[in-house]
């Protein structure tokens, strides 16, 4: 859990900071902005942070009672078998390829030629685009590894959703009224069937990375999927009938390979 946490508050601020680099050398490094102040700073302190909070408080690996009968399970912390430099730099890798993807995505297909040649408004709704599309997906990225649903941190995922749609429609009404041209842009570019199309594709090719690490995972388990494995053998039956196939299928590939 610890680093699942680790490697994806590094994940979501280098998707975050690699597309906002991305424009600023395209600007020529003229200091223009790409999203607003009120989006950079809400990124980290509100809109991603409480599904964080949930997943360190409330998510599990195993059952308090297993964990306590089970003094194996923390072998694999103590051996730094589960957070590995290999782990860390594929989330590293996976964000920054994202990164890529989207930009030149939203830039082909809203902004028509990239950030050189845009003016103050096209710049500004572009990032705001960009934004709503990351903000989204890291929130679901990090639903993906959730190990154990429970109804908190079910509704605290809903919750940090329901804001980020609230805070748009928020400023829809009162944020963009001091601009005059930026007035119902929400509605004239959020909310369309062109963005509704690209947001989807966008929000598959954003998790996509982790589809096929778990397939690929199932048939070439990593060393951070055997210790998990290596360590529900110790486990109780009940406990062991409990493990994800995946996990069972990783261990017998160890006990395979061991002489």
Not at 97 to 123: M, P
Request: hydrophobic residues 55%.
């Amino acid at each position: 859990r610890l680093s699942l946490l680790v490697c994806y508050m590094f994940y979501k601020n280098v998707l975050d900071r690699v597309t906002q680099f991305q424009f600023t050398s395209g600007a020529f490094f003229s200091g223009q902005k790409f999203w607003s102040e009120v989006l950079t700073t809400t990124y980290n302190v509100i809109y991603t942070s409480l599904p964080i909070i949930a997943i360190a408080v409330a998510d599990a690996d195993f059952p308090a009672r297993v964990a306590e009968r089970a003094p194996a399970l923390y072998r694999a912390g103590a051996r730094q078998l589960v957070y590995t430099h290999s782990l860390f730099w594929s989330w590293v890798l996976e964000a920054a390829a994202v990164s890529v993807v989207y930009y030149l995505a939203v830039s082909t297909l809203y902004a028509g030629g990239g950030a050189r040649a845009q003016s103050t408004l096209s710049v500004w709704s572009l990032g705001t685009v960009s934004q709503v599309i990351i903000t989204t997906m890291v929130t679901l990225r990090l639903a993906l590894d959730v190990t154990h649903w429970t109804v908190p941190i079910a509704c605290i995922f809903a919750l940090t959703l329901a804001v980020w749609v609230g805070s748009m429609a928020l400023w829809a009404g009162a944020y963009f009224f001091f601009w005059d041209e930026w007035w119902g842009f929400p509605a004239h570019v959020l909310i369309t069937l062109r963005f509704g199309l690209f947001f989807v594709w966008a929000i598959a090719i954003g998790l996509l990375p982790k589809l096929i690490r778990e397939v690929v995972g199932a048939f070439f388990p990593s060393d951070d999927r055997l210790a998990v494995a290596h360590v529900r053998a110790a486990m109780p039956p009940k406990a062991r009938r409990q493990a994800p196939a995946l996990l069972r299928r990783a261990l017998g590939r160890r006990q395979q390979a061991e002489p």
